[in-house]
Structures are given as structure tokens and as C-alpha cells.
């Protein structure tokens, strides 16, 4: 049970931050809209968020918690803590020179990141200051990615999962309280984002105190057990954030379109990422802790099922999400975004891209879950090799499609590149013996796209039916999106009973104690 239960334990406390997310979206959209102000912003808070994703949510929890799972399993608690305190040092000194590099070098920076907004100064001068108040934030965010790490190693999920949440409360209480005295609402937001960097690294230095555990920073030194650290970081970076990673050339392609195109594809992006985060980070922040332990014991057949479940497990979820983002992306934009500065040609744009970007859902969540099965095994050059080559073909998508499609074929580039990624790296599992697709898997994940397809015609007839409160106020567009959603979860939830796609019963029977 402990598994499901961290999954549900970090899966919840990612929704509130989706949910509060979502609060923060909204505020942004009615201030700021899909301007010159709002593309300098998103740019600048793709920075810190970039490396929030990547560190909190991949590549140095992929590096630094099997090694810390190894020294707790076989040399025990002191001699695993002292290697986080070595860590945190040697991360803190290296990062400090990072931010002051990008400080100073920030508007060279700013051509490489957003080369179209060279050509209207404001936009690029608002770019580099927003983006000089928020990346701190890396320093902030990496400290706690570790220290969460230890926590999550603990089985102590819930600290971390919850500091997104921390996060989204200093953006709301930035725009909401300070939008009107800053020089810009931009302004405020980073300011917000530069906070809420200490208030996580507080948050989470309580909760590892909490655990008997204080982190005292020694004088940094490359140990045998920092440089594999280092060694197994900087592939897993790319690997386990391809994703992220066509979302910044997403930027850098997308300044070369007309203004607002980042905007509608930072608004889209949000939207995708509330299953993304709820299922796919959920179910790979607790399989990684678990595969790392088996791995060591040397339970390769628990590994397996632990691999196997958690695709059912994600896929279940991530199918019908799919779907009803592909046939409800309008009325979810226009019902979430459509007020104040975001007019209702934005919110079409904006939808146009949300659907592009949510065909490649289920790839994105596939990819969370895959990548443990490699850094469990301390295997980070697979994961890079192939996350080069869906970068690569990242981008010559969106330099073909967005001649035709403009920032929707940026959206749909990165779809295609994310199946690319996951469809490789399970090949890679399986031709190692690590990945077994057994008759449980595969009778249930054809029996969730039945569901899926028949769950997307019914939604298309619900919405036509729902189309006059739809455009109606706003109390009256929430009321009948809720409604849309309620009858969605009924009905797939009824089919996945009825055709076995999920059987509750034996879903409770089968997990009901902890997978290994």
C-alpha cells in the first residue's frame, strides 16, 4: 500500500498546486493578457521554472537518490546524511557562480533565449530585467531539490510535493498585493518568484528538522561520492528533462512569431501540465525511491512489476486526460482565461495550441515513468542519447510545421518529439529485461483507449449541448465546465468498471500492500 499511498500523497498536494496554479494563471491572464509585458515575463519565469521542473521534479533527484539510497542501505544513516551535507556544499558554491555569470551576462544571454525580441528594445530590456530578479531562484530551488530528495529517500513525501504550492501562493500574493506599486504587474511576479525561492528552502529545511535531520554545510570537497554524483547529473539534465528542454526552444523559436505567440503557448503549457504534474511526476517521484531500493536488494522480479504498475497507474489517467484536453481545449481556455487583457481571439489561439500539446500527454507522462527504470541503475547515457535526438527532431518540426501553423506547430513539434522519447526509452527497457509488458498491462491499456476514444465522442456532444452557458457569464461558464468534467469522470470511471480497463475491486486486492 505504501507505494499507492506515496503516489496519492504527491499526486494530491500536486493538484493543489495545479489548482492554485491555475488561481495564479488566471491573475496573470486578466493583468497582463498576451502582450509585450506578459512575453517578457513568461520568458523571464522560464528560467527559474525551467530549473524548478528539471531539479525538482528530474535530473538531480535522478542522480543524487539512488547514490543516497545506496550510502543509507549500506553504510547507514550518518554516513548517507554527511554525503547531502557534501552535496548541498558543493552545489551551493557551484551555483553561486552560475547566478553571477547570468547576471552580469544576461542581456548576451537574452539574445540566445528570445533572439526575436531583439528588434523591439522594450520588450527585450523588460525580458532581461525580469529575468536578472528571478534566476536566483535556481540557487533556492536546488538546495531544496536535494533536500527533498532526502525527505523522499525517508519516504517523507509530503514536504516536498507541497513546496509548488509555496511557490504559487508568493505569485498570487505578488500580483494581488503589489501589482499596483511595482513599475509593471511583470515586475511584481518576479519579485514574487525571487521570495518564493527562501520561503521553499525554509520550508523544507523545518521539514528535514522535523526528521532529526540538520544539513551543516562543510568545506566543499569532490569526494569519491560527489564526483559520480556530478558524473551522473549533467546527462540525466537533458535526459530526464528533454521535455523542458523543447518547451525553451519552443521560446526561442516562438519570439521569432508575432507577440503573444509565447503567451499562448505558456497558457497551454499551464493547462497540460495539471495531469502531467498530478500523474506523471506523482508516479516517478515515488517509483524512483522504490526501484533504487529493489535494485540494490537485487529484486529484479519486484522491479519489474513495480515498472509494469506504475505505466497502468499513469496511463490510466493520462489517456483520458488526453482526450478530453483534444475536445474540450476552447471551452477550458476561454471558461479559465478569457477576461480582463485576454481577449477571446487569444483564447482561441491559446486552444488551438493546448490541443496540439495535449497528443503528446500520455508520451510526457510515459516519460516520467520510464526514466527511473535507467537512473535506478545509475544508467544516465541512454536517457541522453536519446533525449539529443528528440531535441533534434524537436526542432526541425517546429522550424517545418511553424511556417504553416505558426506557435500551434511548436506545440504539436513537441508532442512528437515527447512519443519519440518515451516510445525509445521503453525499447530501451525492454531489449535490457527491464521492462516486461506483461497480459495485464497490455489487456488493460487497449481496454483505457476504448474508454479514452468513446469518452472524446461523448464530450464533443456534451459540449454541443452545453454550448449557450458556455459563452454565457462567468458563473454560468465555470457551472457548465464543472459539469463537462463531473460527467467525464462518471463516465470513463463506469466504462474502465465495466469493460476492466480498472477494476477497483481488484485494483484493491492486487496493490493493497506495498509493491516489493
Known sequence: ??????IATVGGLTLVSRVLGFLRDILIAAFLGAGPIADAFFVAFKLPNFFRRLFAEGAFSAAFIPIFSGELAQHG?????????????????????????????????????????????????????????????????SLVSLQGGVLNTLDRFAAMAATPILLNLCLITALAGFAQAAATPGHALAWGVAAAGVVQLVWLMA???????????????????????????????????????????DVIIASLLPTGSISFLYYADRVNQLPLGVVGIAVGTALLPLLSRQVKNGEGEAALESQSRAIEYALFFALPAAAALMTLSLPVVTVLFERGAFSAADALATARALAAFAIGLPAYVLVKVLAPGYFAREDTRTP??????????????????????????????????????????AQGLKKRGHLAMDAQLCRRVARMLLC???????????????????????????????????????????????????????????HGRELG
Open 452 to 510: 479514452s476514444a468513446v469518452l472524446a465522442v461523448a464530450l464533443v456532444f456534451l459540449a454541443g449541448g452545453l454550448a449557450g452557458p458556455l459563452a454565457g457569464t462567468q458563473a454560468m461558464r465555470f457551472t457548465a465546465l464543472a459539469a463537462l468534467v463531473a460527467a467525464g469522470l462518471v463516465l470513463y470511471g463506469g466504462l474502465a468498471q465495466a469493460t476492466g480497463a480498472a477494476r477497483l475491486d481488484a485494483l484493491w486486492r492486487s
Open 77 to 141: 544513516r550518518e554516513r548517507a546524511m554527511a554525503f547531502a551535507a557534501q552535496a548541498s556544499s558543493v552545489l551551493l558554491w557551484v551555483l553561486l557562480g552560475l547566478v553571477l555569470l547570468f547576471e552580469i551576462a544576461m542581456p548576451w544571454f537574452m539574445y540566445v533565449l528570445a533572439p526575436g525580441f531583439a528588434e523591439d528594445q522594450e520588450k527585450f530590456t523588460l525580458a532581461v530585467d525580469f529575468s536578472r530578479i528571478t534566476f536566483p531562484y535556481i540557487l533556492f530551488i
Open 207 to 249: 521539514a528535514l528538522r522535523r526528521e532529526g535531520v540538520v544539513l551543516r554545510l562543510p568545506r566543499p570537497r569532490l569526494t569519491t561520492e560527489i564526483r559520480r554524483l556530478l558524473t551522473l547529473f549533467f546527462p540525466v539534465a537533458l535526459g530526464a528533462g528533454v521535455y523542458q528542454v523543447n518547451l525553451v526552444i
Open 384 to 425: 541522453i542519447q536519446i533525449g539529443v535526438v528528440a531535441m533534434m527532431l524537436n526542432v526541425v518540426l517546429s522550424l517545418i510545421l511553424m511556417a504553416f501553423l505558426a506557435h500551434v506547430g511548436l506545440a504539436l513539434a513537441t508532442a512528437t518529439s515527447a512519443w519519440f522519447n518515451a516510445v525509445m526509452l
Open 1 to 6: 500500500m505504501a507505494f499507492l499511498r506515496n
